[in-house]
C-alpha cells in the first residue's frame, strides 16, 4: 500500500495563446501521474485566439481535421516530455469538440443534433486515437465511455467524470443569472443519471483515504455582480446545474465520505474553495475541498489579481485563494495530509518564462479546511 502519491493537473493549452512553459517545469517534477481535466486542443480557425502560434486551417469539424489538431498540438516538446514524464489520467472538456458544447447541443443553435453528432464522432474518434485511454473506452459513433474510476493502493481513489457528452442545455442561454428555478431544476444534469449513480456507488465503494473527482467546471458557487443582478453565476459551471450539484455534496456529507477533493480546470485561473451544499450558506460546513488550476496557456500571460480580487473574495468566503497567471498545481499526498502546490509562469507569450510557487496550500485527513502551508 503507497504511502504517498505526487501528482499534477493541468488544463486548457491554446497553442495560439501561448507557449507550454509550464509543461516544461511539470516535466522536472518527480510525478506518478498527471490529470489533465480538459480543453487539450482547441477547435478554433487559424488566427482565432492570437498569434503566438498559429492553428493549421480552419475551424475543425471533419475526422481528418480533429487528427491533424491533435497532432499539431503533440508536436510541442514540452508537452512531449511531460508525457513522457509519467501516465496521464485524462477528460475532455468542451473544445475537444466545440465550445459550450452540451450533449447533442452544438453551441451554433442553427446546427442540427444529428449533424452535431456527425462532427462530435470525429472529435470522439481523433481523441481515442491520440490520447492514453484503454479499450474501454473505444468510441461507437458519437459515443464514447469516458468516465472511469482508479485507485493508488488505499492513499486515494479517483472519480474521472465527464461533464460534457451527458449534460442537459446551460440554463438560462448560458448567460451569468441568478440561482432560479431553470438551475434549481432536478431534470436538468451535467452528468446524466446514469453516471451520477455510478459516481455515488463508486463513492461507497472506495476504499481510499482520499477520495478525487477529477472533473471540468467549478463546482464553488462563485457569484459576481452582472449589470442590474447582484449576484450572478456561471450557467456553464456547476452553479447552472445546483439542484444536482447539491444532491452530490449532500450525498457526501450524508454517507460521510472520506476526504472527498475536488480537481477542477477550465476558468483560466487558480481558486481553492471550501465547498458545502450550498456555498450561499456559510454557517453550514465544509464538506469537501476544491483546487482548481489555471490553464497552461489559454488567455496569454495574466497576472497575479485583477481589481475586483478583492471583492470576489469577500463576496464569497468560502475561497481560499485565487490567482490569474498561467500554470498548473501538483498535489502531495500521505495518510495524513494533502499538499498542493500552485506553480505559475511570469510570462507565457514568449518562450523562457520563469515558473515559482505562489502558494502552498494544506488539508488534514479530516478535515475539509484549507489551510496555508
Not at 493537473?9 to 517534477?29: H, I, K, N, V
Not at 473544445?95 to 449533424?115: F, G, L, M, R
Request: neutral net charge.
Amino acid at each position: 500500500n503507497p504511502k504517498q502519491l505526487s501528482f499534477a493537473a493541468a488544463s486548457c493549452q491554446s497553442l495560439e495563446q501561448g507557449y507550454y512553459t509550464a509543461y516544461d517545469r511539470m516535466a522536472e517534477d518527480e510525478l506518478d501521474l498527471v490529470f489533465h481535466l480538459g480543453d487539450y486542443i482547441y477547435e478554433y480557425n487559424a488566427g482565432n485566439q492570437g498569434n503566438i502560434r498559429k492553428h493549421h486551417g480552419g475551424e475543425i469539424v471533419s475526422l481528418s481535421d480533429y487528427r491533424v489538431r491533435h497532432a499539431q498540438y503533440k508536436l510541442d516538446p514540452a508537452l512531449q516530455k511531460a508525457h513522457a514524464r509519467c501516465p496521464w489520467f485524462v477528460t475532455w472538456d468542451d473544445h475537444e469538440v466545440d465550445n459550450n458544447c452540451a450533449d447533442e447541443i452544438s453551441e451554433q443553435k442553427n446546427v442540427k443534433p444529428v449533424d452535431f453528432l456527425i462532427r462530435r464522432a470525429a472529435a470522439y474518434q481523433a481523441y481515442y486515437e491520440n490520447m492514453p485511454l484503454r479499450r474501454t473506452s473505444l468510441p461507437a459513433g458519437p459515443y464514447l465511455q469516458l468516465y472511469r474510476r482508479g485507485a493508488f493502493g488505499q492513499l486515494a481513489e479517483f472519480m474521472v467524470l465527464d461533464g460534457r457528452q451527458y449534460r442537459s442545455d446551460q440554463p438560462n442561454n448560458d448567460v451569468r443569472s441568478p440561482i432560479n428555478e431553470a438551475a434549481l431544476n432536478p431534470e436538468t444534469t451535467m452528468l446524466g443519471k446514469d453516471q451520477r449513480n455510478w459516481l455515488k456507488q463508486s463513492l461507497i465503494q472506495s476504499r481510499g483515504t482520499w477520495n478525487i473527482l477529477a472533473q471540468q467546471v467549478m463546482m464553488g458557487m462563485v457569484g459576481t455582480p452582472s449589470g442590474d443582478v447582484p449576484m450572478a453565476y456561471s450557467m456553464d459551471q456547476w452553479p447552472g446545474y445546483t439542484y444536482e450539484r447539491m444532491d452530490i455534496v449532500r450525498f457526501m456529507a450524508d454517507r460521510k465520505i472520506s476526504n472527498p477533493v475536488v480537481l477542477t480546470g477550465d476558468i483560466h485561473s487558480n481558486w481553492a474553495n471550501e465547498l458545502r451544499i450550498d456555498d450561499r450558506k456559510m454557517d453550514a460546513p465544509a464538506v469537501a475541498a476544491e483546487f482548481v488550476g489555471t490553464s497552461i496557456s489559454s488567455g496569454g500571460d495574466g497576472q497575479d489579481r485583477t481589481a475586483s480580487h478583492d471583492k470576489v473574495l469577500s463576496d464569497n468566503p468560502f475561497i481560499k485563494f485565487h490567482n490569474r497567471q498561467r500554470g498548473y498545481f501538483r498535489c502531495k499526498v500521505t495518510q495524513k495530509t494533502w499538499t498542493t502546490d500552485y506553480m505559475v509562469a511570469d510570462k507565457v507569450t514568449t518562450p523562457g518564462g520563469k515558473m515559482t510557487k505562489r502558494t502552498s496550500l494544506v488539508l488534514e485527513n479530516g478535515s475539509p479546511s484549507i489551510q496555508k502551508a
